[in-house]
């Protein structure tokens, strides 16, 4: 597939950058370079690969004279970072880099609270902390969060981050006993999922949501329905 031809080009681009370029292994074009590998092996799914090459990238960027651990692009692949130790199921790793990540990105005077890429830091921490357990703290922090996409100028109520938002939303107030509520919220998303030129009824965001749908009506007692 396209990911798996951009792997090609990425690692032949790296290769090219390497030692004996007029770059070398240490020049920001070569972290970003590396960074975007580690992002297309996140997609094909190889996350314990992607997870040694971006904690690589990270602490290169840290020790670089002209980025440091509070340049966006450390922040960006520590968010990265924070996601592959969720897919690989080391949630307890993953919180405090999150945690960090969305602090540091608050405080960067080119993002800022609003800015769409700590938005998408702010979905990510519910979903940590709800795979530890703690969906009692998850939930205020994704309500805030779909508030704020839902009102965000570049995103709004029908784009695809506010329905991921809101998909998580959803499954959190599930995991608390509040299923009406929950389905109603995911029988949205599903519909806008299915509705939208980028996803479709047959796309697996789409899927996921209508898997969701019937998990709730099941655990509502209404089988007929799931």
């Not at 999150?98 to 998408?120: D, F």
């Not at 809101?166 to 995991?175: I, K």
């Not at 599903?190 to 209508?210: E, Y």
């Amino acid at each position: 597939g396209l990911a798996r031809e951009s792997l090609h080009v990425v690692q032949d681009l790296i290769g090219k950058c390497g030692i004996g370029s007029a770059w070398g292994p240490g020049h920001a074009s070569t972290l970003a370079a590396r960074q975007l590998q580690a992002e297309v092996l996140s997609d094909l799914g190889h996350f314990s690969q992607a997870l040694v090459i971006v904690e690589d990238v990270i602490t290169k960027r840290e020790a670089h004279e002209s980025l440091g651990a509070a340049h966006v692009s450390t922040i960006e692949a520590r968010h990265l970072q924070a996601h592959l130790l969720h897919f690989l199921d080391r949630d307890a790793d993953a919180l405090p880099i999150i945690r960090e990540v969305v602090k540091q990105g608050e405080l960067t005077p080119a993002w800022g609270p609003s800015h769409a890429q700590i938005l998408v830091g702010y979905h990510s921490l519910p979903n940590i902390l709800k795979g530890l357990g703690r969906a009692a703290e998850a939930l205020p922090i994704i309500e805030a969060t779909v508030a704020k996409a839902t009102a965000h100028a570049e995103w709004g109520a029908d784009h695809l981050e506010t329905l991921s938002c809101r998909h998580l939303q959803a499954m959190v107030l599930n995991e608390l006993g509040r299923a009406a509520q929950a389905l109603a919220i995911i029988e949205d998303v599903a519909a806008k999922m299915a509705a939208h030129p980028a996803r479709g009824a047959n796309h697996a965001g789409t899927l996921a949501s209508r898997q969701v749908t019937a998990s709730i009506l099941v655990d509502l007692g209404r089988l007929d329905e799931a």
